[in-house]
């Protein structure tokens, strides 16, 4: 095998914020030791969305992949710890549910836990799924564990990820990236240079310093500077499936302890969200403006925070969905640029880097290959749809009808791809799940069973199993998660201690 043939030496990202610097620090880090260049083009004067102040556990590995210090970038982005999302008013009025990391119970015997679960139900255990997840009874304690005390505990099974300043993440992965020799230049952009056969050729500023590369990467936003404005990719709306098409959002001042989960609370047209951090905690209101003006929507984010707000309400409006192809030529598009999907399971930053990952492992040379951008495509996509169904899934088992908008949700038309999901549920709990996707089955168990949708029989197979000792074996495993819960410190005692961010 011969060394690579015309390898890029030069790569332009376009657009800072959380994407733009995720990208540079990521391929950044990768290419440190090598001749390839890389340059982000940033401009003071454009203001980033930065409501993604929720994460998942994928975002743990990223940190840890680039050797960043996770503490100090605790401290930094002020975060405070995320055990999973706690719904209320989704399945109906005045009930909630919520989806852990992690992983509920373990498998028994070599059966499938939910199997076990279902089957000890139907023999009359009324024990709630949630008593088996680790981070369900953390939460409702306050508590948060010492990651390196779990090993040989029922918390080994428990995933933590953060909520984040994203504005101050971004400018510690900036730092970060900087130091690693990625070149940062101010302006903005005024024009976009092609070659003859499409490929863009560079980029000039306002100043009128005109930046040349081999590959650029669009984080320029909503507006997908490179990617759509320039190489007319075209775009897929999803709100057809998901009809939210604004969000108002508000920061507040902290007031009582410090949850370690994010709050999601429906909403006659939508739902809110409450994400704690150390220094403050960030409100908002994804709304559908069919069904509520955005004075109303404003003032029924004003009417439920319970902090005093730290600005002015900002109102953004989006359009989930996908560009048609994520990579055009030689241009790559990530975060808002590539799409949006409502931030009700907080995966965009995960589709950052999960899309970064891709595209690291098909890494092109000047020489493109059709067949692996297509082959990228592809999977980016299937992504972006896995995601986008289980979304879905939230809104349209709802037993809500009490507005015209949970109405709709009842009746609106779903992707077959998630219809085919629940039908197979339906029969016996079963889920078909790859392996890479993001939302595995303790996730789908999760929502389902929060939302009351429940299959109509368990394994069959489970009938081998003497009816008291599988409910002794479930009883064990839940007293112990709450024997082992007691021995830890509370959300914000653990912050305290480890992880303060100076004032």
């Known amino acids: 095998m011969k060394p690579t043939k015309n390898p890029i030496q030069k790569m332009v990202i376009v657009g800072g914020g959380t994407a733009g610097w995720i990208a540079a620090a990521t391929i950044g880090n990768i290419f440190k030791n090598t001749e390839l260049k890389i340059e982000l083009v940033e401009s003071d004067d454009i203001g980033i969305v930065g409501v993604g102040e929720a994460t998942i556990p994928p975002l743990i590995t990223i940190l840890e992949s680039l050797g960043v210090d996770l503490v100090d970038f605790i401290k930094e982005t002020q975060a405070s710890f995320k055990l999973g999302i706690k719904f209320e008013d989704w399945k109906d009025v005045g009930e ?25 139900q139907a023999e009359g255990d009324d024990t709630p799924l949630m008593a088996h997840s ?13 990651p390196h005390e779990a090993q040989n505990t029922p918390l080994a099974r428990a995933f933590y990820a953060l909520h984040l300043d994203s504005a101050l993440a971004g400018k510690y992965l900036r730092k970060f990236a900087e130091k690693i020799g990625v070149i940062r230049t101010e302006g903005m952009v005024k024009q976009v240079k092609q070659h003859d056969n499409g490929d863009i050729a560079s980029v000039i500023l306002k100043s009128g310093q005109e930046i040349s590369a081999d590959f650029f990467i669009d984080c320029s936003g909503f507006k997908g500077l490179l990617i759509e404005e320039t190489l007319k990719t075209g775009y897929e709306s999803w709100a057809h499936y998901l009809p939210c098409n604004k969000a108002v959002t508000v920061q507040t001042k902290n007031v009582g302890d410090t ?32 069904y ?28 989930t969905g996908m560009r048609n192809k994520s990579w055009v030529n030689n241009c790559l598009s990530l975060g808002l640029a590539q799409g949006f999907i409502e931030p009700l399971e907080s995966t965009a930053i995960h589709l950052v880097s ?16 059709q067949t692996v951008i297509d082959e990228y495509n592809h999977v980016v996509r299937a992504d972006y749809e896995e995601i986008r169904d ?6 349209c088992k709802t037993s809500r009808n009490d507005s015209e908008f949970w109405r709709w949700c009842q009746e609106m038309d779903i992707p077959a791809t998630l219809q085919r999901k629940l039908d197979y549920f339906q029969a016996f709990g079963g889920l078909t799940i790859r392996d890479e996707e ?14 009351g949708v429940k299959p109509d029989n368990y394994n069959p197979t489970l009938d081998i199993w003497e009816s008291e000792k599988l409910k002794k074996i479930l009883a064990e495993g839940k007293q112990g998660l709450i024997n082992i819960t007691k021995q830890q410190p509370s959300h914000d005692e653990f912050i305290e201690k480890y992880c303060k961010a100076a004032k």
């Not at 680790?134 to 010492?146: A, C, T």
């Not at 289980?390 to 809104?395: D, E, K, P, T």
Request: contains cysteine.
């Open 96 to 120: 909630s549910y919520f989806h852990p990391f992690g992983t509920v119970g373990q498998k028994i015997n070599g059966y499938d836990f939910y199997q076990c679960w279902l089957k000890a």
């Open 134 to 146: 680790p981070e369900s009874v953390l939460s409702d304690q306050g508590k948060f564990f010492l």
């Open 259 to 290: 949850l370690p989960y994010t709050i999601s609370k429906a909403q006659p047209a939508g739902w809110m969200w409450k994400i704690p951090l150390q220094h403050r905690t960030g409100n908002g209101y994804v709304y559908c403006d069919k």
């Open 292 to 319: 509520v003006s955005d004075e109303q929507a404003k003032q029924t984010l004003l009417d439920n925070i319970d902090g005093e707000p730290l600005m002015e309400p900002r109102t953004i409006p989006f359009t």
């Open 354 to 369: 999960k899309t970064i990952a891709f595209f690291i492992r098909m890494f092109p040379t000047k020489d493109r290959n």
């Open 390 to 395: 289980f979304l879905v899934l939230h809104y």
């Open 438 to 451: 993001l939302f595995q089955s303790t996730s789908w168990y999760a929502v389902l069973d929060g939302l």
